[in-house]
């Protein structure tokens, strides 16, 4: 079945400092790649969705300049959370997909814990 | 995307089947039923998904409604891995559609 990582699974980060997570499909090539976050006892929150060589399409109320996604490549995207602050402590997961299935499936990265003290 | 109404959480004894519903009576012709769960801190896994048949794969059955207005998880015979939080999710099939997470229904299976 189709594998996506993330790296790191954890991160532990000063306020202030910024923060890079990346998310890779390790065997298709995802045209399409979706970055979430959730909160403690919440469902997940679709932040923003990537297209390879494309800008992201942010969804309202996520701030692009603080967000900063990158999909360079067809199996790597990264997130960037600049100058994090303690509320942006949460568990960040992506997802990839592509195009050309029958079902156009979305799988799933097993998350990023950020905390931010 | 049509929207999905889940009970909040669900027990279930081990060995047992455990019978997840969803509403979704606003779903439209050309979407699909998907669901999938989430073991605590790891990302959400695919289980199944349907369109308007029954399907059935090693994982659970998806029973839905002639009016595709609801539909049922049957995970045949829980066990204590089973206990998640599960999403029934409606969605397009289209290249680029990102799935939207409701509150799901958290499962608790017991021994």
């Known amino acids: 079945g189709a594998v996506v990582s993330q790296h790191p699974s954890w991160v532990i980060c000063k306020s202030g400092t910024s923060v890079k997570i990346e998310c890779r499909s390790l065997?298709?090539?995802?045209?399409?790649m979706f970055w979430y976050r959730q909160f403690p006892k919440q469902s997940l929150m679709l932040m923003a969705t990537?297209?390879?060589?494309?800008?992201?399409?942010?969804e309202q109320g996520v701030e692009k300049d603080k967000f900063l996604i990158n999909h360079a490549s067809l199996t790597l995207s990264t997130l960037t959370v600049t100058s994090a602050h303690p509320e942006d402590s949460s568990f960040y997961i992506c997802?990839?997909?592509?195009?050309?299935?029958?079902?156009?499936?979305?799988?799933f990265g097993p998350g990023t814990r950020l905390t931010v003290l | 995307d049509a929207k999905t109404t889940q009970p909040p959480s669900m027990d279930c004894a081990e060995g047992r089947a455990a019978n997840l519903p969803c509403n979704h009576s606003?779903?439209?012709?050309?979407?699909?039923v998907y669901w999938y769960r989430q073991i605590h801190s790891q990302g959400p896994q695919y289980i199944i998904h349907?369109?308007?048949n029954n399907e059935t794969n090693e994982m659970a059955s998806l029973i839905i409604t002639e009016d595709r207005k609801s539909s049922t998880l049957i995970l045949p015979h829980a066990t204590l891995r089973d206990t998640a939080v599960y999403y029934c999710?409606?969605?397009?099939?289209?290249?680029?559609?990102?799935?939207?997470f409701g509150k799901g229904t958290t499962l608790s299976v017991s021994s």
């Open positions: 606003t779903i439209s012709g050309n979407e699909y």
């Open positions: 997802s990839a997909s592509t195009s050309g299935t029958l079902y156009n499936e979305q799988f």
């Open positions: 065997d298709f090539q995802a045209t399409t």
């Open positions: 999710i409606v969605r397009l099939n289209q290249a680029g559609t990102a799935l939207i």
């Open positions: 349907g369109l308007k």
């Open positions: 990537s297209n390879e060589g494309s800008k992201a399409t942010y």
